[in-house]
């Protein structure tokens, strides 16, 4: 049972380059998130899934897209890197959106030069 | 929106003492999630709490809830390097995603 997985652990990009980050899960879970973490921040929620087909946007959203076109995959894209952009991301998955667990993957190091 | 303060917000304690983190929510508690993190690593659930005056425990660690104060705490017994780490709260809101605290960074010396 993998869980939650991200990919890649680690990214180094320069400012204006796209890319996208990958979340799948294999629980069968209707909720995901994805969040950033910075020193001093703590965790921000960026944007968020209850279901296939719906998103929402979280605290920090700009700068970023999503999509959920099935329930295991939640990519987040970056359409153009600045670096404050650079960051811990994190993505999350739970049964339902509310008094659910969350469980969590390894996260996404992404320096923008 | 909701704000969750942790405090303190970091701590080093010599291995086999005792410990405790707190957590104050600005608003209203719905649950009160506990999380730990390892460095360069995920967050790893450890407990939720969901009524007034609940506690629950795991191992050498014990989490409460009251809820008139908006507050939980979470305690640690006899310290070990194992428990190092940084320690989350995070709060439903009732509606909403999680929100987080920032975090209470544990180092553990022999």
Known sequence: ?113 | SQELEQSPQSLIVQEGKNLTINCTSSKTLYGLYWYKQKYGEGLIFLMMLQKGGEEKSHEKITAKLDEKKQQSSLHITASQPSHAGTYLCGADPGNTPLVFGKGTRLSVIA
Not at chain 1, 80 to 104: I, M, R
Request: hydrophobic share 30%; with cysteine; aromatic share 10%.
């Open chain 1, 1 to 113: 049972n993998a869980g939650v997985t991200q990919t890649p652990k680690f990214q180094v990009l320069k400012t204006g380059q796209s890319m996208t980050l990958q979340c799948a899960q294999d629980m069968n879970h209707e909720y995901m998130s994805w969040y950033r973490q910075d020193p001093g921040m703590g965790l921000r929620l960026i944007h968020y899934s209850v279901g296939a087909g719906i998103t929402d946007q979280g605290e920090v959203p700009n700068g970023y897209n999503v999509s959920r076109s099935t329930t295991e995959d939640f990519p987040l894209r970056l359409l153009s890197a600045a670096p404050s952009q650079t960051s811990v991301y994190f993505c999350a998955s739970s049964y339902g959106a509310t008094n659910e667990k969350l469980f969590f993957g390894s996260g996404t190091q992404l320096s923008v030069l």
